[in-house]
C-alpha cells in the first residue's frame, strides 16, 4: 500500500468523523477509504480507530498516532516547499467559511486574481453567518469579524475593520436623528439586533467621554446581508464596518450617525484547527487574505 495515502485517508476520517464524509472530501469512494485504512491498521499492527453505525472514534494509539502523523505530514509538505519553491504550484480542495457580506463584497469579487495565482486551487466556500465547526463540518478554515472566543482554534488576526453607526433616511424622518449615542436608548429608537455579533454594545468614545451604546430592538438577525438590507429598509440603527456601508453612504440610502465619535475597529481573523494538517494551499490562503486585507486598507 502508499502508506502516505493511508495516512492522509486516515487524518481525513478523523477529521472529517465518518469514512463516508471522508470519502466526499478526498473525491473517491468510500470502499477506497476503508481499505487505505484497514491497510494502514494491518500494517501497524494496531487498531487506530472504533467503529460504530453512527461514529467514528480514534482509539487510543490512534490519537497518539494522529497528533505524530499530521506534523509528519506538514514537514513533508515543508520540505517540498523549500526543495520545489516556485517550481510546483499548490493544489487540491480547500474548504473556507466566510460571512456573507465579506463573501459579496470583497472575496469573490478578487477571487479572479486568487485563481490566475493559484490555478490548481479547488475553492469550496460556504458563504454564511452562522457559527461553523470546523472539525465537524469538515472546513479547512473561518474568516471572522470579532474576537475568536474557541480557544481551540488557531486564528490569525489578518485586519481591523473601521465601524459605523448608520440608519436610513426613511428611519430618521420617521424617529428622528440621534445627536448623541445615549439618545439610542430612549423609547422613541430601535436598532436592528446582530444575533452573532460579539462584544456588544460597542463602546464609543469622545473628548474622554466614554459609552456602550445598544437599545431596544423587534428584529434580530444572524446573516450580514439580511441584517443590511432591515437598515436599508428603515427597520432601525446599525453597527455596520465601513466597507460595507460605504456605497450606501455615496448614494444616500444610508447616514452616518455620530460622526465625531470613534468606535474601535473589529478584528478580522482567518482561524483554523490547531491539530488540522495544515496544508499548503491553506497557507498560501491565509497569506492571500492578508495580503488582500492590506489592500483594501
Known amino acids: 500500500m502508499d502508506k502516505l495515502e493511508g495516512m492522509r485517508a486516515f487524518i481525513r476520517v478523523v477529521e472529517a468523523g465518518s469514512f463516508t464524509r471522508a470519502a466526499e472530501t478526498l473525491n473517491v469512494s468510500k470502499t477506497t477509504v476503508t481499505q487505505l485504512v484497514q491497510q494502514l491498521e494491518s500494517n501497524l499492527r494496531i487498531k487506530l480507530l472504533n467503529r460504530t453505525t453512527r461514529k467514528v472514534n480514534m482509539t487510543t494509539a490512534g490519537a497518539s498516532y494522529y497528533e505524530r502523523v499530521v506534523r509528519l505530514l506538514a514537514d513533508l509538505d515543508d520540505i517540498e516547499d523549500n526543495i520545489l519553491g516556485d517550481s510546483t504550484a499548490p493544489r487540491g480542495l480547500l474548504r473556507v467559511d466566510v460571512p456573507s ?61 473601521q465601524l459605523g453607526v448608520f440608519a436610513a433616511p426613511s428611519y430618521l424622518a420617521q424617529a428622528g436623528t ?38 431596544r430592538y423587534f428584529l434580530a438577525i444572524d446573516d450580514g446581508n439580511a441584517y443590511l438590507t432591515a437598515g436599508l429598509a428603515g427597520l432601525g440603527v446599525l453597527w455596520l464596518p465601513q466597507y460595507m456601508a460605504k456605497p450606501y453612504v455615496a448614494s444616500g440610502a444610508l447616514v452616518k450617525l455620530f460622526t465625531d465619535w470613534s468606535i474601535e475597529p473589529m478584528p478580522l481573523h482567518v482561524a483554523y484547527p490547531p491539530n488540522r494538517y495544515v496544508r499548503r494551499q491553506l497557507r498560501v490562503f491565509i497569506d492571500w487574505i492578508v495580503e488582500l486585507m492590506e489592500r483594501q486598507r
Open 101 to 161: 457580506p465579506f463573501a459579496n463584497i470583497i472575496l469573490v469579487p478578487a477571487l479572479p486574481e486568487f485563481h490566475a495565482r493559484f490555478p490548481e486551487i479547488q475553492l469550496d466556500i460556504g458563504a454564511s453567518d452562522r457559527k461553523v465547526d470546523l472539525i465537524g463540518d469538515n472546513v479547512d478554515c473561518v474568516v471572522r469579524g470579532g474576537e475568536i472566543e474557541d480557544g481551540s482554534l488557531v486564528a490569525r488576526r489578518v485586519a481591523d475593520l
Open 178 to 215: 440621534p445627536m448623541h449615542p445615549n439618545d439610542l436608548h430612549g423609547t422613541g429608537h430601535r436598532i436592528v439586533n446582530y444575533r452573532w455579533a460579539s462584544g456588544l454594545p460597542y463602546a464609543m468614545e469622545k473628548s474622554g467621554e466614554r459609552v456602550k451604546i445598544g437599545g
